[in-house]
């Protein structure tokens, strides 16, 4: 199983990815997740990648097409991966199709998460994760069984994104609307796209995530 996730920034494909990896026994390759450990290990394009995601711009294609080549043939990805932040741009899904066409894969379907923008901004601000295992939380919609203690674990270190800021919360948005969005129609004309509405509860979200992945009957 080969899935893209597409959708604006806090519209729950990390959420969602997590429970798509646990059900299909396949990578979630987060290329924001990858990004932030990069620039965490203090490399030279780590830290070039962070100053471009502070200010919530898009890091350049190259850069992520690299990493998700490389990460493409690991062992995890054998029985395939969910791409959970990428492609963001046309150059992203052209350079994607020519990997994927090399290696002998095909892509199974695009799955689009549509959520409005206020609630987006919602979700972003209540946003926060678990230091240790990187599990994701919401101040209101999704907090540990334990207040303070990770469900996953037993971590006690949260953290909150550096770019879940008003300012690059714009900014992000602005380049979802100008630079990825126009994947929509690009996988729509090859008929692989799924729209899901991202506006209801996490669980729900799941079930019809999995029932746009269920063969026809
Ligand atoms: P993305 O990876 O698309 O940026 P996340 O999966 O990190 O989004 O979700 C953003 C925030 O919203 C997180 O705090 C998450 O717990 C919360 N969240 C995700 N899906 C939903 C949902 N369907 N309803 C309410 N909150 C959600
Ligand atoms: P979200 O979907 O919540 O906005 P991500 O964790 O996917 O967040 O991405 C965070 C940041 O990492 C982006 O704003 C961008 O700077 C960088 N980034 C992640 N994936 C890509 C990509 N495919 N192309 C360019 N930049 C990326
Ligand atoms: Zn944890």
Same mark, same amino acid.
Not at 91 to 98: G, M
Not at 103 to 130: N, Q, Y
Not at 170 to 177: E, Q
């Given at each position: 199983m080969r899935l893209?996730?597409?959708?604006?920034?806090g519209a729950g494909k990390g959420t969602q990815a997590e429970r798509l990896q646990a059900r299909f026994a396949v990578a979630q390759l987060s290329t924001g997740d990858m990004l932030r450990a990069a620039a965490k290990s203090g490399s030279e394009v780590g830290r070039q990648a962070a100053r471009i995601m502070a200010r919530g711009e898009l890091v350049p294609d190259a850069v992520v097409v690299g990493i998700i080549d490389e990460r493409v043939d690991s062992a995890d990805c054998r029985n395939g991966f969910i791409l959970d932040g990428f492609p963001r741009t046309i150059a992203q899904a052209q350079a994607l199709d020519a990997m994927l066409a090399r290696k002998g894969l095909k892509l199974d379907a695009v799955l689009e998460l549509t959520v409005d923008e206020e609630e987006l901004v919602d979700r972003i601000s209540g946003r926060f994760a678990c230091v240790k295992c990187g599990a994701g939380y919401h101040d209101r919609h999704l907090q540990p069984k334990v207040a303070g203690v990770c469900d996953r674990c037993g971590g006690t270190e949260f953290s909150r994104r550096a770019d879940d800021n008003a300012v690059a919360v714009? /900014?992000?948005?602005?380049?979802?609307?100008?630079? /990825?969005?126009?994947?929509l129609p690009y996988y729509r004309?090859?008929?692989i796209l799924r729209s899901i509405d991202g506006m209801t509860g996490i669980d729900q979200v799941t079930k019809a995530l999995f029932a746009a992945l269920a063969p026809p009957a």
């Amino acid at each position: 199983m080969r899935l893209i996730l597409l959708g604006p920034p806090g519209a729950g494909k990390g959420t969602q990815a997590e429970r798509l990896q646990a059900r299909f026994a396949v990578a979630q390759l987060s290329t924001g997740d990858m990004l932030r450990a990069a620039a965490k290990s203090g490399s030279e394009v780590g830290r070039q990648a962070a100053r471009i995601m502070a200010r919530g711009e898009l890091v350049p294609d190259a850069v992520v097409v690299g990493i998700i080549d490389e990460r493409v043939d690991s062992a995890d990805c054998r029985n395939g991966f969910i791409l959970d932040g990428f492609p963001r741009t046309i150059a992203q899904a052209q350079a994607l199709d020519a990997m994927l066409a090399r290696k002998g894969l095909k892509l199974d379907a695009v799955l689009e998460l549509t959520v409005d923008e206020e609630e987006l901004v919602d979700r972003i601000s209540g946003r926060f994760a678990c230091v240790k295992c990187g599990a994701g939380y919401h101040d209101r919609h999704l907090q540990p069984k334990v207040a303070g203690v990770c469900d996953r674990c037993g971590g006690t270190e949260f953290s909150r994104r550096a770019d879940d800021n008003a300012v690059a919360v714009r /900014t992000r948005l602005k380049a979802f609307r100008e630079q /990825t969005a126009p994947l929509l129609p690009y996988y729509r004309q090859r008929g692989i796209l799924r729209s899901i509405d991202g506006m209801t509860g996490i669980d729900q979200v799941t079930k019809a995530l999995f029932a746009a992945l269920a063969p026809p009957a």
